[in-house]
């Protein structure tokens, strides 16, 4: 797989509880492999030791693999789920035949200085070079990065990444609202 292509460091997959509302009790997926215990519904980095079932989720892009080696009983979207599965945001699972959860799209876009790669390049919209003073907005795709300084005045301050919508080196939307970006979870 094309690490280029299949990171998305400014997007995370949450497991949401049906009965507990759209933001309490939701689980946060890492990006690396993580093991969820299909009774307490605790997550964790561990590899789990032989004797512990568990349900494994890879996060790839906008996609959920889930692995389930030890056959918990799961449901998706109220159909029963092959043992490697590859899930979307808004899927509803089943789990244990007693928890019901939603995946959904989580978006906390990152900002900070730049990369050392990108220090003294050109920034792609005001052609100023960035430096290790700066503070930008990383695409959550490519990794390319736009300035976008603090306060309110644009004379005096660059902001580049809002001066465009889509990032000028892979097109990729540029969303600097923190959320979710799932809509309708739960709701029909
Ligand atoms: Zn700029
Ligand atoms: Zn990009």
Redesign the pocket.
């Known amino acids: 797989m094309n690490p280029q292509t299949e990171s998305q460091p400014s997007l995370s997959f949450h497991l949401i509880p049906a009965q507990a509302g759209k933001e309490g009790g939701a689980i946060s997926l890492p990006k690396s492999p993580s093991y969820l215990d299909p009774e307490t519904l605790e997550i964790g980095t561990e590899k789990p030791a032989p004797s512990q079932r568990r349900l494994t989720f890879e996060p790839h892009g906008r996609n959920l693999l889930v692995l389930n080696p030890d056959r918990v009983p799961l449901r998706v979207n109220d159909l029963n789920a092959p043992r490697v599965h590859l899930l979307e945001e808004g899927d509803h699972l089943l789990i244990g035949n007693q928890h019901l959860l939603a995946t959904a799209l989580y978006n906390c876009p990152e900002i900070g200085p730049p990369p050392s790669a990108n220090i003294g390049r050109a920034?792609p919209?005001?052609r100023?070079t960035f430096t290790s003073e700066d503070r930008v907005y990383h695409c959550g795709s490519c990794g390319g990065v736009?300035?976008l300084e603090e306060g309110d005045n644009p004379d005096e301050s660059?902001q580049?990444a809002l001066s465009v919508t889509h990032c000028l080196t892979c097109n990729h939307p540029i969303n600097l609202e923190e959320g979710y970006i799932t809509q309708g979870i739960f709701e029909q």
């Open positions: 920034c919209v005001c100023n736009l300035h660059l580049c």
